[in-house]
Nanobody, 120 residues
Framework: QVQLVESGGGLVQAGGSLRISCAAS????????MDWYRQAPGKQRELVAT???????NYADAVKGRFTISRDNAKNTVYLQMNSLKPEDTAVYLC??????????????WGQGTQVTVSS
């Protein structure tokens, strides 16, 4: 059993910064990819950023140059540093980890999300 918990969301003015985190706990042997998604009401969920086990990162065009994803493997935690925030960044941000259990099974796990609201 694996649980992912996000934290660090909140309300920020346009142009401001925020860092959100996602920490996993439970039966974890290895975490491959760590991803951030976001979803606003009435909109489709979109992939924001990914980081692989070797540290390779990818970003959606909408956030490239403004957001930075990083990971701390010792803490089973992924971070998303968000700078120069825009109102269109407002959404629930969700993390997803690809996890190997101690028994060798790979599964994807989702957090419940943290709200990020950017005011004009």
């Amino acid at each position: 059993q694996v649980q992912l918990v996000e934290s660090g969301g909140g309300l920020v003015q346009a142009g401001g910064s925020l860092r959100i985190s996602c920490a996993a706990s439970g039966s974890i042997f290895k975490i491959n990819a760590m991803d951030w998604y976001r979803q606003a009401p009435g909109k489709q969920r979109e992939l924001v950023a990914t980081i692989s086990s070797d540290g390779t990162t990818n970003y959606a065009d909408a956030v490239k140059g403004r957001f930075t994803i990083s990971r701390d493997n010792a803490k089973n935690t992924v971070y998303l540093q968000m700078n120069s925030l825009k109102p269109e960044d407002t959404a629930v941000y969700l993390c997803k980890f690809r996890v190997m259990t101690p028994w060798g099974a790979w599964n994807d796990y989702w957090g419940q999300g943290t709200q990020v609201t950017v005011s004009s």
